[in-house]
Structure formats: structure tokens, C-alpha cells
Nanobody, 113 residues
């Protein structure tokens, strides 16, 4: 049974940091690029960051470049999203995905004072 379980979301003040984790099971993790998406009500889902199968290549949305870092640990079947200098506009439900084939249920990040 394929599962992707996100964790690490919560409420943080502007300028703060959070680290999201997504642990996978039920498939060969290293066979897939991993992607973090986010979505807010009334808006289209946005690709936030993508990492290649073995971590050699990463891509970021312009809105998060220099603030967010995506990494992965294939031995732990886990992908991470380190989010620094958070802004209110980063508020969203964050989803991890195995190359848009498998999806987690999301974790809510709220950036507010």
C-alpha cells in the first residue's frame, strides 16, 4: 500500500522557520523524483520545489528561491522541505508527491503574527 505522510506543519510567525518531512512507503522511493506542492483556497496548486531521484538536481519556484531548501534521504524514504524567512503568503497546505504519481494528504502551514 502506497503511503506518503507529511508532517511538520503548524503556526509560525513571519520570519520564522519550519521543516516539513514526508515519509514514503509501499514503493521504491529512489525511483522517483520528489516534489513539494502547495495550495491555498481559490488558487491553483503551485509547485514549490522538486528534487531528482538521488538529490543531484533541485528546482524551486521563484517565490521561494533562496528561502526554501529541498533535500531527501533515500535510506529513510523521506523528503524534507526546510522553509526559512517565512512570509504570510507562504500560508498553504503543503503536499508531497512522488513525481506527481503518488500524493500525501498534506500538512497545513500558517504564517501569521
Amino acid at each position: 500500500q502506497v503511503q506518503l505522510v507529511e508532517s511538520g506543519g503548524g503556526l509560525v510567525q513571519p520570519g520564522g522557520s519550519l521543516r516539513l518531512s514526508c515519509t514514503a512507503s509501499g514503493f521504491t522511493f529512489s525511483n522517483y523524483a520528489m516534489i513539494w506542492y502547495r495550495q491555498t483556497p481559490g488558487k491553483e496548486r503551485e509547485l514549490v520545489a522538486r528534487i531528482s531521484r538521488f538529490g543531484g538536481s533541485t528546482n524551486y519556484a521563484e517565490s521561494v528561491k533562496g528561502r526554501f531548501t529541498i533535500t531527501r534521504d533515500n535510506g529513510k524514504s523521506t523528503v524534507y522541505l526546510q522553509m526559512n524567512s517565512l512570509k504570510p503568503e507562504d500560508t498553504a497546505v503543503y503536499y508531497c508527491s512522488a513525481d506527481s504519481r503518488y500524493w500525501g494528504k498534506g500538512t497545513l502551514v500558517t504564517v501569521s503574527s
